[in-house]
Structures are given as C-alpha cells and as structure tokens.
C-alpha cells in the first residue's frame, strides 16, 4: 500500500496480527502515526498514535474497525485517518471527504449479508448503516445518493436513500428511520428528497 505523503513501515507480525504503520513524511504540520493491524480472520484496526506511540484520546474516533478488511478498504481508511488527524492533504482521494464524514459521525466498517462493505454505527437497540445507492459498497463522494438504514431488533429494517451523504446522516441522528421501523417487516421509505439537510 503506497500513499502519497506517508512513509509506510511493516512493523511485522505480533500474536498472530499484521501491523503496518504509516507515518508522515518530513515537513508534515502534525506528528504521529496511523496504524493499520489485521488479525488472523482479516478483521482490522486502524488507529491514530502519537509520537510516543499511544493513542491521544484528545478527539474522539481516533481509531476505526474493519469487519473482513481488504486493501481498498484499508487504503481509504489510512488516508482518511491520516487526513483528519495528521492533516496530510497528499493522502486524500476522492474518497477522503466522505470517509472522514462517516468516521467523524462515529461509523465503523463492516459487511452486508452479501459481503458488500458498509458504514456501521451501533446504537442500541439499532444498527445505523449507511451505503451508496446501490448498496455495493461505500458511499464514493458526499454529493452522490446515499443509502441510509437501521436495523431494529428482530433484524427487520428501515432504509432510504438520500440525495447525499448528509441528508442520510440527518435521517438518521433524528430518529425518521427509527421512528418507521415494523418489527415484521422492511421498510423502505420515499420521499424526503431534495437538498433540504433539516428533516422533521
């Protein structure tokens, strides 16, 4: 995995986990390290370390878990991570401001039922998850449609796609979604569409 503006060290293998880390090149504005360890069964871990190597607790979502991690996945992570809390602009894509959105909004990296990746928020009794449109994969750029759902406790589902990625947030940090939700049935739900970011 090669990243413009971080220097790339595999640390190795400890307990059965691989742990590479990427640290800024000379002349970076802040100091650190991201690091990205993967267990025996692909699931990973990428978090934001200090110089001396720990986590700085000082903002919140310094670290990010990926459920099945593969290198495409992790790329955007790194650089997200990287970008956020480095500030190491040479890292971004066009991904990036749509990674750090979700990250900053509390969403992890996990998979649906047919393997796709997708953002993942617990907050019980529900699952918040977000996805494009098309629901194969992460959302590409916040202006593109997003698809938003949560997922209740009898593993029935609200969703709704959203003209971009903050409408599908608002939808759900206000609870519309929660609000639909039928214990015996998914729910899809039309409307809301528009540029409107407030809901009621």
């Known amino acids: 995995m090669k990243i413009d503006g971080l220097k790339v060290r595999d640390v190795g293998t400890r307990g059965g986990k691989t742990v590479r880390e990427f640290r800024p090149s000379e002349g970076?504005?802040?100091?650190?390290?991201?690091?990205?360890?993967?267990?025996?069964?692909?699931?990973?871990?990428?978090e934001v370390l200090d110089p001396s190597g720990e986590r700085p607790g000082a903002e919140e979502h310094e670290a990010v878990i990926i459920n099945a991690c593969d290198d495409r996945v992790a790329d955007r992570v790194v650089r997200a991570l990287a970008?956020?809390?480095?500030?190491?602009?040479?890292?971004e894509t066009g991904y990036t401001e749509a990674d750090a959105?979700?990250?900053?909004?509390?969403?992890?990296?996990?998979?649906?039922?047919?393997?796709?990746?997708?953002?993942?928020?617990?907050?019980?009794?529900?699952?918040?998850?977000?996805?494009n449109e098309a629901l194969t994969g992460l959302p590409a750029t916040p202006r593109e449609p997003a698809c938003?759902?949560?997922v209740g406790p009898s593993g029935k589902k609200v969703s709704f796609v959203a003209d971009d990625l903050a409408t599908a947030l608002a939808v759900?940090?206000?609870?519309?979604l929660s609000r639909a939700y039928n214990p015996l049935a998914d729910v899809v739900i039309t409307g809301f569409r528009g540029v409107g970011r407030t809901l009621h």
């Open 83 to 91: 970008s956020i809390h480095l500030g190491i602009s040479e890292a």
């Open 28 to 46: 970076a504005s802040r100091p650190g390290t991201v690091r990205l360890t993967i267990d025996a069964i692909s699931d990973a871990v990428v």
């Open 148 to 150: 938003a759902m949560v």
């Open 101 to 131: 959105m979700l990250i900053r909004a509390g969403f992890n990296i996990g998979r649906l039922a047919d393997g796709s990746p997708a953002w993942m928020r617990p907050t019980l009794p529900w699952v918040a998850i977000v996805t």
């Open 172 to 176: 759900i940090d206000q609870g519309l």
